[in-house]
């Protein structure tokens, strides 16, 4: 079908919740995607940081082919391999406690506001200026966003938003505390990575009154920053994470991976989901995760990250440069709109790229990217200097 007519039956027939580019895209393979002429672009967003192990990987084509064939879905009713296979390599990866599987980055969320709520019954979660956790009502009520939030109060009772401030954070954190939940880089919204001494409060204030520390790994995790998981380049352990996105190697999942201390909060009745872990996805986060775990790799991702950071560095529009690894955002001088960079650089160089605000582009490339596709994104941006 050709774009047009695409644009025609999304207009009839779409729930209008997406403003999209003009582009409709056939074909992934690594770092490069194909449109319908057969252009070929550079993929600099990862589907929003999903294909990190870049787009059709062959290990991840393989199993999930295999396993659709056999067998592809049964319900939580019954024994499946991928799905505790991927437990074990989760937790074995991680913080050792258990594994509850579902189906996207907000579910893995709902599924950790109600492990703190059931660890301690009524209680509140505190979440930062800034967050972004998700769109179902329980990870909306955890994202402090006006426009997010306000066309569909009332909200879940219970959320206290608190700046990012150790101090104003610790103080809000008491015996009526189930959780703290955040995410060590604020994706979203523009690639913020937290300070250490915001994470040894809440790690602090957590220790000190019992509540839960949930860290939302779903952007930063699966090697993102340049290990699995952002936490190991922090001085805390959080008592929970919850990954989605990359997990999946391009299909969609979601898991909530608690420590040893929450791993028998949840018990049976009190959770789950017809689809969640279901095999052919189970089998493909198992590729997906092995990969990325891959020391090699992570060694790497550091590696292209800093490559890539000092060459957006040298481009005569931006203003700074934030992130880690290959979590990377440029904020760009105020004569450059971000959103209209972006779509530029979409329709004038085929590098995809995504604007996280007016001033803001945020760069998630597969973390198998090559120096010289590194080396090409900056040229393309450079092109785009006024
Ligand atoms: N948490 C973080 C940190 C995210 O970046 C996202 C998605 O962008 C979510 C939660 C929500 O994930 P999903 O869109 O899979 O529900």
Not at 115 to 125: I, T
Not at 143 to 155: C, D, I, N
Not at 213 to 228: A, H, P, V, Y
Not at 376 to 385: C, F, K, T
Request: aromatic share 4%.
């Amino acid at each position: 079908m050709s774009l047009t007519e695409l644009e025609m039956l999304e207009r009839e027939y779409a729930v209008p919740t997406y403003v999209r580019n003009p582009v409709q895209f056939v074909r992934g393979s690594g770092a490069r995607l194909w449109d319908a002429d057969g252009n070929e672009y550079l993929d600099f967003l990862a589907g929003i940081s999903v294909l990190n192990v870049g787009h059709c990987h062959p290990r991840v084509v393989e199993a999930v082919r295999d396993q659709v064939g056999r067998l592809s879905h049964v319900s939580n009713l019954y024994y499946t391999e991928p799905a505790l296979k991927l437990s074990a390599a989760l937790s074995r990866n991680s913080l050792g406690g258990k594994v509850f599987l579902c189906n996207s980055g907000a579910e893995a969320n709902e599924a950790a506001i109600k492990l703190a709520r059931r660890a301690r019954p009524g209680g509140n979660v505190v979440v930062l200026e800034g967050a972004f956790h998700g769109r179902t009502y329980g990870a909306l009520s955890a994202t402090p966003q006006e426009t997010k939030q306000a066309p569909f109060a009332p909200l879940v009772p219970g959320f206290v938003v608190v700046p990012k401030d150790p101090g104003v954070l610790s103080d809000a954190v008491d015996a009526g505390t189930a959780a703290v939940l955040l995410e060590p880089i604020q994706g979203e919204t523009g690639i913020h990575p937290l300070s250490d001494d915001l994470l040894v409060a809440a790690r602090e204030a957590c220790d000190r009154t019992g509540a839960a520390l949930i860290f939302d790994e779903i952007q930063t995790g699966m090697g993102r920053t340049g290990t699995l998981w952002a936490y190991e380049q922090t001085d805390v352990l959080p008592d929970a994470i919850t990954s989605a996105k990359a997990l999946g190697g391009g299909l969609p999942i979601g898991a909530l991976v608690t420590g040893p201390g929450l791993a028998d909060t949840l018990q049976p009745g009190d959770h789950g989901s017809t689809f969640a872990g279901g095999p052919v996805v189970a089998a493909s986060a198992l590729v997906a995760l092995e990969i990325c775990s891959d020391p090699e790799l992570l060694a790497r991702v550091r590696v292209a990250g800093d490559r890539l950071a000092s060459g957006l560095a040298t481009l005569p529009y931006v203003t700074a440069v934030r992130g880690r690894g290959l979590m990377l955002a440029i904020d760009v001088n105020p004569d450059v709109a971000a959103p209209e960079l972006a779509k530029r650089a979409l329709l004038e160089q085929r590098l995809v790229v995504n604007a996280t605000g007016p001033a803001t582009i945020r760069l998630e490339p597969p973390l198998i990217v090559s120096d010289d596709e590194l080396d090409e994104a900056v040229v393309r941006l450079a092109e785009l200097a006024p």
